[in-house]
């Protein structure tokens, strides 16, 4: 029973570092790198919505087996007229990824990394790319997180599966979606990212609540021109959690 109730919170420990929002599903424990040109957008770093409105770059930092895989981003923060509740928006799903079989270098404003990237095929985009632009409603502060699935062994039916769901951005579902598509077991990778409306936020609610920029995907940016803001609380946070996890584990060895 003891051992049992280490392997738990053992589990509950490095829970705490998913490369996911907290409570978000399919979690991953693998982080997607994410880069807008030399800004790299992490672990809950918050970014200039100017910085964000061209699709990123994404990789990992080891190659990963697989032949095809799609990338999936979401919004978690949509206003709705029943505030603090929110609704989720489709942002970008791309299929058909491949990834390099050499690591490329890439000088970021934090530092230089080696990454091994994904690159876009002739696939067109089940969902095009849409910049985050969260309007001044309450959250202010939008989740915009990325998700990386493995589809080197998806089916036709299963493709049509999440083409079909990227038809309606709004409110979209990724658990629900994957589980359907039969690949919820197939998330490699994951992240997440801040963009926040300045505010004062507005009462209204016929105001835009898509938290998104043209549906084109183009945005009004050609490149981006801004630095990312790294707050210490998100670190924080995350240090703080693999403390309890870690002093949970001590405790029970101390009982022993």
């Known amino acids: 029973m003891l051992s049992r109730s280490l392997v738990v919170l053992a589990a509950a420990a490095s829970g705490t570092l998913a490369a996911t929002p907290q409570g978000f599903e399919p979690a991953a424990e693998t982080s997607l790198l994410v880069t807008y040109g030399p800004i790299v957008a992490m672990e ?5 919505q100017a910085a964000t409105q061209i699709a990123p770059s994404i990789g990992t930092q080891s190659q990963l087996d697989g032949t095809s895989f799609a990338v999936l981003m979401i919004d978690l923060d949509i206003p709705t007229a029943n505030p603090p509740e929110t609704n989720t928006l489709l942002h970008w799903m791309q299929t058909g990824l491949t990834q390099d079989t050499a690591a490329t270098t890439i000088n970021t404003t934090m530092d230089a990394m080696n990454a091994f990237l994904f690159q876009t095929s002739d696939v067109a985009a089940f969902a095009a790319y849409i910049g985050p632009a969260p309007p001044a409603r309450i959250p202010l502060s939008h989740r915009y997180t990325q998700i990386l699935v493995d589809t080197s062994a998806a089916t036709e039916d299963e493709l049509d ?8 951005r709004s409110g979209f579902n990724a658990l629900s979606v994957l589980t359907e598509a039969g690949l919820a077991d197939k998330v490699l990778a994951g992240n997440f990212f801040n963009v926040t409306n300045a505010g004062p936020a507005s009462n209204s609610t016929t ?7 043209s549906s084109s995907g183009t945005g009004s940016v050609s490149s981006p021109t801004q630095t990312a803001v790294f707050p210490g609380a998100a670190v924080s946070q995350r240090a703080s959690e693999l403390f309890v996890g870690m002093a949970m584990i001590g405790a029970v060895f101390l009982a022993l």
Do not use: Y
């Not at 599966?161 to 309606?168: S, Y």
């Not at 105001?207 to 920029?213: P, W």
């Open 44 to 48: 809950g770093s918050v970014l200039a």
């Open 161 to 168: 599966v999440l083409k079909t769901a990227a038809a309606n």
């Open 207 to 213: 105001n835009n609540a898509g938290g998104s920029g």
